[in-house]
Every structure is written in C-alpha cells, then in structure tokens.
C-alpha cells in the first residue's frame, strides 16, 4: 500500500502555484499543526502523507492549490459567499442556504473529515481528504475566503503597496487586488520577507514563523486540547466560518472603501491589520492540530491495516 502513496506523491514534485494565505500562510498553519499533534496522531499522519520526496506537513498543506489546474471541481471547496452579507454594515453566515450545491470550504471540511474517519475509505482518498482538511482550515481563517464581497476582495483593484523594506517592490501602478494582500502582502512584511521567495527559502520562513507561533502558545497556556472538535457536525468549521467573516466588517473593511483605494496599503492598514494575521494563523494552524489529534482519537485502533 505504501508505495502507491508514493508513486502519488511522485506526481507532486511539479512547482508549487501560489495562491490563497499564498504559501507563507499555508505553509506555517501546516508547520504549526505539526507541533500540536499527539503521539499518536503524528504516527497516524506520518503514515498517510509517507513519501520519499522530501514532502512534509508544509507541503500537505499547499497541495490543494497545485491541484486547482488538474481538478477544477475543487475551486469552489476554497471559500464560501455568503449571499446576505453586506460588508463593511453587515457580515454573517447563514448555514446551509450559503453552500451552494457545488460544495464550498464548509461542506468540504466536513466531507474530507468523514472521509478520514471512515477507516475502510481507499487509502490514496485518506491521503487527499488529508491535504485538504490541512489546506481548508486554512482558507477558513483569511477573513475574504469567507465572504463573497467583491468575489472575496478579487475584484477590489488596483491596490497601492509599496513594500518597504526590505526589497522595496513598488506595486503602486500595478494590478494587485485586495484578496492578494490579504492571502499573502500582509505575512511577508509582517515576517519581514521579499514577496518573491523561492520553495526553500518559503518553507524555513514558515517553520520560524510556526516556532514563534507555537511558542507564544505555549507560554499563553493555549492548547490543542482546548480547541473545538466537533467532527461528526458542522458546528465548530462553521464558527470559525462566522467568525472569520465578521473579521471582514470589523477589520478587513473598516477604513472604507475610498480610503484604502487612495493609500497605499503597506502604512497604516498593515499597521491596524499584522496582528489580526497574525493571530488567524496562529488560530488555525492549532485549531487543524486539535482536529487532526481528534481524527486519530476516534479512529484509533482501527487504523493498524496503514
Ligand atoms: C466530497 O468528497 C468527494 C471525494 O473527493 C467528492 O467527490 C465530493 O464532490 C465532495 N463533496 C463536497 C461537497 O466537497
Ligand atoms: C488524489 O489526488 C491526486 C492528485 O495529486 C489525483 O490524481 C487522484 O485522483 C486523487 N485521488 C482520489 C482518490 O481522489
């Protein structure tokens, strides 16, 4: 069984596309995660994502991107749009009429949980439903990933971000959206990154980051095992669901509209918005520890056949 994953895994070592909290993002909720892990949930996880490509929990947590090309009905699995919300006035979530049938990061949470947990599921399924689970409870925590205003802040551009420093990119006069900035302009001034960063260089910054995270937790007395684990329902992803999106009202949003088309975003907004990224990284990727530890949990002992 083994070596089907990885001969799947082989196919993998395509360069990496990046979109959504960008790779910075997804890479460090995956690090993260990793450092929550019980025993035996490390054990469980290290078997289904087993490779010999160097491939690893920040890898896990990318692919779902890579794979947008290959498998296009998985698009819509990324985000959800809220159809009643009105940003920056009104921002909620009306569970299940704002999934459409398609699926959306909701349903698909819950869908490749219960793949997870069924331990006769085909043993390359449990692999996919893996990476998608650590990708997805990323997305939920970038705030426009759960709203539908302006296709999730896609279609707010151009924006002015002058990174400075420390490689001084000047995107003033360029094309970048609101979406951009926040899946990924935000991370690297906040870690103090050039936007360009090749794998290598990509995947150290996030393990720093996941250190600096994991260990402000520690000394915070904040545990994986105080987290929401619901698995068997949709409540817990969809109050991180709800709370993301109303992070669109109160921060996301709060300058209006003329404003942050007039600045450049890289001054004051950074300034009013680091620590909310911050934060929704450092809450997702122990948020993902917590569920990945309650997946091993309740289908332990039935997973010895791996
Ligand atoms: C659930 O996962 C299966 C297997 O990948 C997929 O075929 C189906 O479309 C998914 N449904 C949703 C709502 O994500
Ligand atoms: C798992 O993902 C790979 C892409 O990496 C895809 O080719 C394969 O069909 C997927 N397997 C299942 C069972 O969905």
Not at 101 to 121: M, P, R
Not at 176 to 189: A, S
Not at 205 to 223: K, P, S
């Amino acid at each position: 069984m083994r070596s089907s994953v990885i001969a799947a895994l082989l196919t993998l070592a395509t360069p990496v596309v990046v979109v959504a909290w960008g790779g910075l993002g997804h890479r460090t909720v995956g690090y993260l995660a990793e450092k929550h892990l019980t025993d035996e949930a490390k054990s469980l996880f290290d078997t289904l994502l087993a490779n010999d490509q160097g491939f690893d929990y920040s890898d896990a947590a990318v692919w779902a991107d890579a794979i947008k090309q290959r498998m296009p009905w998985t698009r819509p699995l990324h985000f959800i749009n809220p159809v009643n919300d009105n940003p920056p006035k009104k921002c909620d979530v009306v569970w299940p009429t704002d999934c459409p049938d398609e699926g959306c990061v909701v349903s698909a949470t819950f869908n490749y949980t219960s793949i997870l947990l069924n331990t006769d599921s085909d043993l390359e399924d449990r692999k996919n439903a893996t990476m998608f689970v650590m990708h997805l409870i990323g997305d939920i925590h970038q705030p426009l990933h759960a709203s539908g205003w302006e296709r999730g802040g896609n279609d707010f551009k151009p924006i002015c971000w002058k990174h400075s420093p420390p490689s001084g990119d000047d995107h003033c006069t360029g094309s970048i959206n609101l979406h951009e900035i926040w899946d990924k302009h935000i991370l690297h001034k906040l870690r103090g990154l050039p936007i360009s960063l090749d794998k290598s260089r990509e995947k150290a910054a996030a393990a720093q980051w996941a250190d600096d995270l994991f260990g402000r937790q520690q000394a915070a007395a904040i545990y994986a095992s105080s987290e929401c684990t619901r698995l068997n329902n949709e409540k817990c992803i969809l109050q991180w669901t709800t709370a993301s999106n109303k992070l669109v009202c109160s921060n996301v949003l709060k300058r209006g509209l003329k404003w942050m088309a007039e600045n450049d975003l890289s001054e004051e907004y950074f300034d009013d918005n680091w620590e909310v990224v911050d934060d929704q990284i450092g809450k997702a990727g122990l948020r993902l520890g917590a569920w990945m530890n309650a997946i091993a949990a309740a289908t332990s002992g039935r997973n010895r056949d791996l």
